[in-house]
């Protein structure tokens, strides 16, 4: 399996500042930042998380929002010199199971493509997986789904960061 060069995967739980670090990580390239937000607002409390987190990001950040299409949007936006940020795979994958779109081939797709990409990128996601198992089989088929991305875009990775109480913990690779 053929790695990216400049591709961080950064995983963590809800509030464990894993948006912030992916944040840091792009900023420190001094470049041109891209955002591609996967969320999709469904309701007011999702529409105020998303213009929080983008008052956070503050300034100089290009945001692309693409709920289903991620492998082109990180095809048409990744450049030598950029940086890009995806927040977060795990929004994506909801939102292709909501459309009922093949996730296997999606995430394939996704792989495929992350190991030619210039410029860094960073990945950010959820880890659902350290918790009970769900009590419904849409959750589990989420959590069984989220775990098989990560697991594959692990491989591609040179760094996997997983991010508890603000603090990076390198599971695979070093700081870039």
């Not at 053929?2 to 500042?17: E, K, Y």
């Not at 890009?84 to 797709?109: I, K, R, Y």
Request: charged letters at 20%; one cysteine or more; aromatic letters at 4%.
């Amino acid at each position: 399996m053929v790695s990216a060069p400049d591709l961080t995967l950064v995983l963590g739980g809800a509030r464990s500042g894993k948006s912030r670090y992916a944040e840091g990580l792009v900023t420190a390239l001094g470049g041109p930042r891209v955002y591609i937000a996967t969320a999709r607002i469904w309701d007011d409390e999702m529409a105020e998380r998303v213009a929080a987190h983008r008052g956070d990001r503050g300034p100089g950040w290009t945001t692309v929002e693409e709920p289903l299409d991620l492998t082109g949007a990180l095809r048409r936006h990744a450049a030598d010199g950029t940086g890009v940020l995806v927040d977060c795979l795990t929004l994506w994958l909801t939102n292709l199971l909501m459309a009922e779109a093949d996730v296997e081939s999606q995430t394939a797709a996704l792989v495929a493509a992350l190991a030619g990409l210039p410029g860094r990128v960073v990945l950010v996601s959820n880890e659902v997986g350290l918790g009970i198992v769900p009590d419904n089989a849409l959750a589990r088929r989420f959590r069984d789904h989220a775990g098989r991305l990560h697991q594959a875009v692990a491989a591609v990775a040179p760094r996997v960061v997983l991010t508890v109480a603000g603090l990076p913990i390198f599971a695979k690779g070093n700081a870039p």
